[in-house]
């Protein structure tokens, strides 16, 4: 098990200490002004990186209308244009210098037409996946969570059939715990039946926590620690035959080590 934590939850010396990954999180690394790389930024952030043991993952920019996102590197994957592509384009090619295990991606917005939506994702998905078998990176796209109408691929099917319309080997899926136990009210069941749906297709894994029902605050996506909601993370023995990273989302380095615990505990239980 390759454990790893969002590059919010710490200092890289910290993660380094205590796990073996971390998912750089181009949005918030503080690399963009005004939608343009800051190259000197980033390079502070990859000498120190170079010092460090760490297997990386990288997390590129995605649509969000929250304070707390940057406007700057705002992507809708259904909706993009020369810059959209730059700012993936930027991120797939550091994973490939990184040798990341994974750039994870964002489904697209809905809008006004579920269907012209859904087609224009995988449209611009397909040229992201060309650019991702350039440079030798795999693309992971993110279920997201269907307490938000808004959200593209909410459910495990229209995952599936997103990655399946692609149809490339360098995309495959990110399965997130969190936002499944959101699409799937919080019954064990139904998650249960999620996991195992998508399992052939999962290339990394994002783990966190929530109470599986809408709040006003992001929607009920708290990113709790793994362990402090209600998800039971047994259901990741369902992902048999995968091999990659669970990075924990969460924002500090105790709910990092609590989430240590957790999975552990729960990949031992079959």
């Known amino acids: 098990m390759i454990l790893g934590a969002s590059s919010f939850a710490g200092t890289l010396a910290e993660i380094a200490s205590e796990i073996s990954s971390v998912e750089l999180y181009i949005p918030k690394l503080g690399v963009y002004r005004d939608s343009v790389l800051q190259k000197d930024a980033l390079k502070l952030i990859l000498d120190e990186l170079s010092t460090l043991d760490l297997h990386t993952s990288l997390h590129a920019p995605y649509f969000a209308d929250v304070p707390t996102y940057p406007k700057d590197v705002v992507v809708d994957t259904a909706n993009m244009g020369d810059r959209e592509f730059r700012l993936m384009d930027e991120s797939i090619k ?159 380095m105790e709910d990092a080590l609590l989430g240590k615990s957790t999975i552990a505990n729960a990949l031992k239980k079959q």
């Open 94 to 252: 550091l994973a490939g210098e990184l040798g990341s295990k994974a750039v994870v991606l964002h489904p697209g917005r809905i809008g006004a037409d579920h269907g012209a939506s859904f087609s224009r994702m995988i449209s611009n998905l397909q040229i992201l996946a060309k650019t991702a078998e350039e440079y030798g990176v795999m693309l992971g796209l993110e279920n997201k969570e269907g307490t938000d109408p808004g959200n593209l691929c909410c459910v495990a099917s229209e995952l599936i059939l997103a990655v399946e319309s692609v149809n490339s080997d360098n995309l495959g899926a990110t399965f997130d715990i969190g936002h499944a136990n959101l699409t799937c009210g919080g019954d064990v069941v139904k998650l249960r039946s999620f996991a195992k749906e998508i399992a052939p297709y999962v290339v990394h894994v994002h783990v966190h926590d929530n109470a599986g029902v809408w709040t006003d605050q992001y929607d009920g996506d708290e990113h709790l620690a793994p362990g402090s909601g209600i998800i039971d993370y047994s259901v990741l023995n369902e992902l048999k035959d995968y091999q990659g990273i669970f990075n924990m989302e969460v924002f500090s």
